[in-house]
């Protein structure tokens, strides 16, 4: 199965039953495959007018409760920040999927990870955050998929499932017997009064700034909550390891088979694999500063996540970068060709 | 015996709007035809920006506030949530709906999603002030057109119902107004059809009302009124612009 498949398929099966999206290369599969299967079984595709009508329509029907998704590439999901924004501000559980390609601008449709920034820091205009999600397999594009719609209607918040071109084009067998925990009661939703409740209001808008900084104050409140107990993350070989690599999604498998062959080579090199880009698993880095010696991000943008590495890890030791960009994948030599001169820096086993 | 009475539909909280705006007016129509179908526990309501932002503080039924112009695609998303049960409205201003959301009008309405807009027409931007609106007059004066709406620099306001008329989609498309009894009467009829053509599942019914704005249009209360007939009206003409259920029994 494909990825952008497999993504499909785990939302139907996490009870999703409207989709919204605006077709964009590579993650056209989502929709093709959303508007084969939900007439089928009762459920709505629509194709919207934009990008910006899709993520709407995704707020329609967050706001009555029901679990919804949208999908879409880079520049797509740059129209869908407003969206995101209002999400946000009106607490509303979403889930979006970014399957990554060059940029900036129009950029190209390869592979990309540059929209690491746009995902962790802030999607759209004021404070706000999002579940980030980085699948590593076809796999994890169905498993996180179901995450990410349990996770945002806990939290009450977006979930995004931050993939890749190659995540998405990439086929691999799947095991889709998931499971799916109940959703929560939403007592919040509207959907009509049935003259037996006072009305609901979902909104964003409050005039009063106390009102609107306690908003904001309650909302981080919950995000600190999510950061302490929602991280993810996968650790190869860093037991012992001088070197920790951090890469994510496509870069993570590369550099799975660099590292291998540099243990091989007597390299005592590991990895942290966030799974969870927000939260950001700082416990695992920091744990790993307290060994290792240097830390390389491999990533498929100029250097974004490196950024938190380094936070994690309160410079403690150096990170370098190994990057390609604009739709260009780092080669297992190019990571290993990384590893051995940060080996060579150290003055260990070359 | 009770005479006059508010509406169910309608909260007790104070509207905010200007003296001798007609929001007020339109507010407490559609609310009486809620009450009148018995539509409150299944409508939900879509707020724009604009100086309707907090209409959702005015309507009995479950609400949600929208981005700017987007309430159409909003609509539709609660609208799919559940097509049966659910009876959704948008109320938009002619910024909203006309300016930055005309994309999601005339999409909605392509589609003939079941829908009911109250599209209010008031030639400006209220809440911002009183900058020119996509339906602002020829040589209309606002603050950003200072010398009079110039159609060789910024074109010619948009007659929305004409526009939408064209398309096969919509079901229902009217334009009022309620600056007199007689024409809030017809106004009413209008928003009472647009919302029973929803119940009837006939799909996208529109209607477009003729609002005042004294406060940014510089103008005593009596004399806005008279200058939606005396200005608007000439422009953006009374009637109904489509009726496809009618025009389909008529053949």
């Known amino acids: 199965m494909k990825g952008n498949e497999a993504i499909a398929e785990a939302a139907i099966i996490a009870g999703c039953r409207h989709y919204f999206g605006y077709p964009i290369t590579p993650q056209t599969e989502i929709a093709a495959y959303m508007a084969k299967r939900m007439p089928k079984i009762g459920g709505t595709f629509l194709q919207a007018e934009s990008e910006i009508a899709a993520i709407n329509m995704v707020y329609g029907v967050a706001s009555t409760g029901l679990r919804v998704m949208t999908s879409s590439s880079s520049p797509g999901i740059s129209l869908k920040g407003e969206g995101l924004s209002y999400l946000a501000g009106a607490d509303l559980p979403a889930l979006v999927v970014n399957v990554q390609r060059g940029g900036p601008g129009l950029g190209g449709i390869q592979p990309s990870q540059s929209d690491y920034f746009q995902a962790t820091r802030s999607g759209g205009h004021g404070d706000f955050r999002m579940i980030v999600l980085a699948p590593s397999s076809v796999q994890e594009m169905a498993e996180l998929t179901v995450k990410g719609f349990e996770l945002a209607d806990q939290y009450r918040m977006t979930a995004m499932i931050l993939a890749d071109g190659t995540m998405g084009q990439m086929m691999e067998p799947v095991a889709l017997d998931l499971d799916v925990k109940p959703m929560p009661e939403k007592q919040w939703a509207t959907t009509g009064t049935k003259m037996n409740r006072p009305h609901n209001i979902v909104n964003s808008l409050f005039l009063d700034p106390a009102a609107l900084e306690q908003t904001n104050f309650e909302r981080f409140e919950r995000y600190k909550f999510i950061e302490e107990n929602e991280t993810m993350y996968e650790e190869y070989l860093t037991d012992d390891a001088e070197i920790v690599i951090a890469a994510f999604g496509i870069a993570a498998r590369v550099s799975k088979n660099a590292i291998d062959e540099a243990r091989k080579q007597g390299i005592k090199v590991g990895m942290i694999r966030p799974i969870t880009l927000w939260p950001f698993p700082v416990a695992p880095f920091r744990k790993a500063a307290d060994k290792a010696k240097a830390f390389i991000s491999v990533e498929l943008s100029m250097g974004q996540m490196i950024e938190d590495v380094r936070l994690a890890i309160d410079c403690k030791a150096p990170v370098t970068l190994c990057n390609r960009v604009g739709g260009m994948i780092p080669s297992p030599e190019q990571v290993l060709e990384s590893i051995r001169q940060t080996a060579a820096s150290l003055g260990g086993a070359n | ?251």
């Open chain 2, 1 to 251: 015996m009770v005479v006059f009475d508010k509406p169910h539909a309608l909260t007790d909280a104070p509207l905010h709007y200007c003296p001798g705006c007609t929001h007020g007016i339109v507010h407490r129509l559609v609310a009486e035809v809620i009450d009148e179908l018995g539509i409150e526990g299944q409508t939900i309501g879509v707020a724009p920006v604009g100086c309707s932002v907090m209409a959702y503080n005015y309507f009995n039924c479950d609400m949600i506030e929208a981005a700017h112009g987007r309430a159409p695609a909003v609509a539709t998303g609660v609208k799919r949530a559940n097509p049966k049960e659910n009876i959704v409205f948008t109320y938009q201003g002619d910024g909203d709906l006309a300016s930055i959301g005309m994309a999601e009008t005339v999409h909605a309405a392509a589609r003939n999603e079941n829908i009911t807009i109250i599209f209010i027409n008031n030639a400006i931007y209220g809440m911002t002030g009183g900058q020119m609106a996509p339906t602002s007059l020829p040589g209309q004066v606002t603050q950003t057109s200072p010398y009079g709406r110039d159609v060789n620099h910024c074109g010619y306001p948009i007659r929305v119902c004409e526009l939408l008329s064209e398309l096969e989609g919509p079901e229902y498309l009217a334009r009022v107004t309620v600056n007199s009894v007689k024409n809030i009467k017809a106004a009413k009829a209008a928003i009472k059809k647009a919302f029973q053509n929803q119940i009837d599942g006939k799909g996208f019914s529109l209607v477009e009302v003729l609002s005042s704005c004294p406060t940014n249009w510089g103008m005593t209360p009596q004399k806005a009124l008279k200058w939606i007939d005396e200005a608007m009206i000439p422009y953006y003409p009374l009637g109904v612009y489509k009726d496809r259920s009618a025009k389909e029994e008529a053949k």
